[in-house]
């Protein structure tokens, strides 16, 4: 049974112009739905993730690395 997926932001979830593509929104949520969380995992500063995730605030964790 699959718990937790978690992935790295630059180059896997965002884009060339800084931009997570909209389909991820859906597809957290169809985790979500499945009692899966997903971690996003990034040197970024928390403040900048929470902007990136505030689609999905309740159905994601963050990791700072």
Do not use: P
């Amino acid at each position: 049974m699959i718990k937790l997926i978690a992935s790295d932001m630059d180059g896997t979830l965002v884009n060339d112009e800084g931009k997570i593509n909209e389909k991820m929104f859906e597809l957290i949520n169809n985790l979500h739905e499945k009692n899966i969380k997903f971690a996003a995992a990034s040197g970024r500063f928390y403040s900048q993730l929470s902007k990136n995730f505030r689609k999905n605030k309740d159905k994601h964790y963050i990791y700072i690395t």
